[in-house]
């Protein structure tokens, strides 16, 4: 078993940022080594306990989906070796779970794909009929799947915000219609090509978030993660036909039994405010989440 991260401590390299998943350091002027720790974070709050795998379980799906969508939009990876540029005492933080990537003028903006009705983009629906401003037709059910995938972009917010979600002309005012319509169109074709591999692999991607960033030629750069189940809704194909018919939400790879435990716990008497500190996870509820994550890499690579 590989060591667990939970903080990473990369004293040979400056420290950029502290995500709520990933610990970014510079190297040098023009790359970046991302190191995803085993952090896990519900309802925008980081969990003090590690899921154990975690953090390679989703550099492994990351670096699977980028070898497969090349094709549509370069990526931000450098194709060197993490390892090869922190101290030997340092490799284990590093080994299996870090990118060596470009540094890129980040685009402030989530690139958000929907391809079913689910979470935030079906109470929505409920209430107005479409989602960030794209209409939708009448009659849809939780879980179903839209005519179309549809782009619902988000706002980046500080660490500890909610993501705010923005219709399309905000992402226009925000950085000019050229740029917003190439975004849409590459997010569009990533989730609808990523969406049909993983249909193969018995699996449905409902909805999923890209994020972009310009090189130095101007060029349009996938970054951060992609298409792990931190970024994307991922359901098995079986049990969907029956939570449709339900109208519930169908079982699903990712943190769900966090959130679920988060909602029930009592502390004091009292629900849990989700404001930090987290109450403490028991082992149960991160061994479950850990499978799950193996059990989605396993499918989907496998």
Not at 102 to 122: H, M, N
Not at 244 to 250: E, K, Q, S, V
């Given at each position: 078993m590989a060591t667990t991260v939970h903080t990473s401590s990369i004293q040979s390299l400056p420290l950029l940022a502290r995500g709520k998943v990933r610990d970014n350091y510079a190297?040098?002027?023009?790359?970046?080594?991302?190191?995803?720790?085993?952090?896990?974070?519900?309802?925008?709050?980081?969990?003090?306990?590690?899921?154990?795998?975690?953090?390679?379980?989703?550099?492994?799906?990351?670096?699977?989906?980028?070898?497969?969508?090349?094709?549509?939009?370069?990526?931000?990876?450098?194709?060197?070796?993490?390892?090869?540029v922190v101290r030997p005492?340092?490799?284990?933080?590093?080994?299996?779970?870090?990118?060596?990537?470009?540094?890129?003028?980040?685009?402030?903006?989530?690139?958000?794909?929907?391809?079913?009705?689910?979470?935030?983009?079906?109470?929505?629906?409920?209430?107005?009929?479409?989602?960030?401003?794209?209409p939708l037709p009448e009659g849809l059910v939780n879980s179903a799947r839209l005519p179309r995938a549809i782009f619902t972009p988000a706002a980046k917010a500080a660490v500890g915000e909610h993501d705010e979600n923005i219709?399309?002309?905000?992402?226009?005012?925000?950085?000019g219609p050229q740029l917003a319509q190439q975004i849409?169109?590459?997010?569009?074709?990533?989730?609808?090509?990523?969406?049909?591999?993983?249909?193969?692999?018995?699996?449905?991607?409902?909805?999923?978030?890209?994020?972009?960033?310009?090189?130095?030629?101007?060029?349009?750069?996938?970054?951060?993660?992609?298409?792990?189940?931190?970024s994307s809704r991922y359901w098995p194909v079986e049990g969907y036909e029956e939570a449709?018919?339900?109208?519930?939400?169908?079982p699903s790879y990712d943190k769900q039994f966090v959130?679920?435990?988060l909602e029930a716990v009592r502390i004091n008497g009292k629900p849990w405010d989700k404001t930090p500190p987290a109450p403490r996870l028991p082992n149960e509820v991160t061994e479950r989440t850990a499978a799950k994550y193996r059990e989605a890499l396993e499918r989907l690579t496998g």
């Open positions: 190297v040098g002027e023009d790359r970046i080594l991302m190191i995803a720790s085993d952090r896990l974070s519900a309802f925008d709050v980081i969990m003090g306990e590690p899921i154990p795998g975690k953090g390679e379980i989703l550099t492994k799906m990351a670096l699977w989906w980028f070898d497969r969508l090349g094709g549509i939009c370069p990526n931000h990876l450098t194709g060197e070796a993490p390892e090869s005492d340092e490799v284990a933080q590093v080994e299996g779970r870090s990118m060596l990537v470009k540094r890129l003028k980040p685009i402030p903006v989530e690139a958000v794909v929907r391809g079913y009705l689910a979470g935030s983009g079906w109470k929505e629906y409920q209430a107005n009929r479409e989602v960030c401003g794209v219709s399309y002309e905000r992402v226009v005012e925000m950085i849409r169109e590459t997010s569009i074709a990533l989730y609808e090509t990523a969406a049909e591999i993983a249909l193969q692999r018995g699996m449905i991607i409902a909805d999923t978030k890209f994020e972009f960033g310009l090189d130095e030629a101007g060029q349009l750069v996938l970054m951060d993660e992609v298409l792990t189940p931190d449709l018919a339900a109208g519930t939400n169908p959130r679920d435990w």
